[in-house]
């Protein structure tokens, strides 16, 4: 029950631009399946390549994509946004042009806002110049703004509400992020990858002298946009209230859990390895290597089972401890 509009447009007749049409294919590939190829979102692709993506179009497909019931529902737009003398912003339709440039900003966001509670949730994101006005409306006060995103809405746009957005590469340089993020870059340790996550990724990449991201939402839950292979897997984790009973406790190491023999000193060559302790290392270096734990007294998980030091939760692995204890993971 998840669906999503992608849209892309690169032959407009005055002003055409390159990248649009690959970042929606990309993207569509993309939110069609997880990770390990099983269904995601049911999508409709629509590019100038092969549609006439036009007012009447927009206005159709738009009105099916936030309608009847679904979990989630999401836009993707990729082409040209304007903003006209008066503030009105549009994403502009292939035939768009003075007096009917295609669905303003405002009737986009008011589709989403009354798909609310028949669709749990609605996704908005658009790579177009002043993508940013999405959600805005004058206030009272002077040049001003005031948002009116409702509820389960979110909004992901490439620029600010005065910017324009780039292209890179044959992509735009957002969704060439966006693409990156959704192939795995933004994922957190099981693996789901959501609009905040993506955002943190692009503001990340984005300097401040570049184009600026927008992020906006009023949802009381993070909607997860695709599924990767988790960096750890979910049994690892729901064991971390076994090895560790206190968040604050030492697990403690000794040559035993250390396979390798030939490199360690040769006062250790001698003691035997225990293969079920080699396992449960091998589960403790994985979340090492994640940052969820770190060797006590020693600069490497190796010498903190050489010298029996120990390992201990860092506070993102007690913040996963937490969640296994809660039988949440």
Known sequence: MKKALIIGIDGYPQNPLSGCVNDAVAVNELLERNGDGSPNFSTRLLTSSKNGVTCGVLEKELQNLFSGRAETALLYFAGHGLTTKNGESY????????????????????????????????????????????????????????????????????????????????HGLF???????????????????????????????????????????????????????????GDVLRRLPTYF???????PLDPSFEPDREHVPKEFKHLPVNDN???????????????????????????????????????LGAHYRKLAEAKRI
């Open 91 to 170: 994403i502009v339709a292939q035939d768009g042009k003075q007096g009917a440039w295609g669905p303003s900003l405002n009737q986009v966001l008011s589709y989403a806002n009354n798909a609310h509670p028949d669709i749990t949730s609605s996704i908005i994101i658009l790579d177009c110049c002043y993508a940013g006005n999405l959600g805005e409306v004058p206030s009272l006060g002077a040049g001003e703004q005031t948002s009116t995103i409702g509820n389960g809405v979110t909004i992901l746009t490439a620029c600010h509400r005065s910017e324009g957005a780039a292209e890179y590469n044959g």
């Open 175 to 233: 969704t060439g992020i966006l693409i990156d993020s959704l192939g795995g870059s933004a994922s957190d340790i099981l693996g789901r990858i959501t609009p905040a996550s993506v955002y943190s990724h692009v503001d990340q990449i984005l300097g401040p002298w570049e184009q600026r991201p927008i992020y906006k939402a009023n949802v009381q839950s993070f909607i997860t946009l695709r599924q990767v292979e988790p960096k750890i897997p």
């Open 245 to 251: 009973q206190n968040p604050s406790d030492v697990f």
């Open 277 to 315: 302790n080699v396992k449960v290392f091998k589960e403790l270096q994985l979340c090492n290597r994640h940052g969820l734990i770190v060797p006590y007294n020693a600069e490497h998980m190796f010498y903190a089972a050489i010298h029996s030091t120990g390992c201990k939760l860092t506070a």
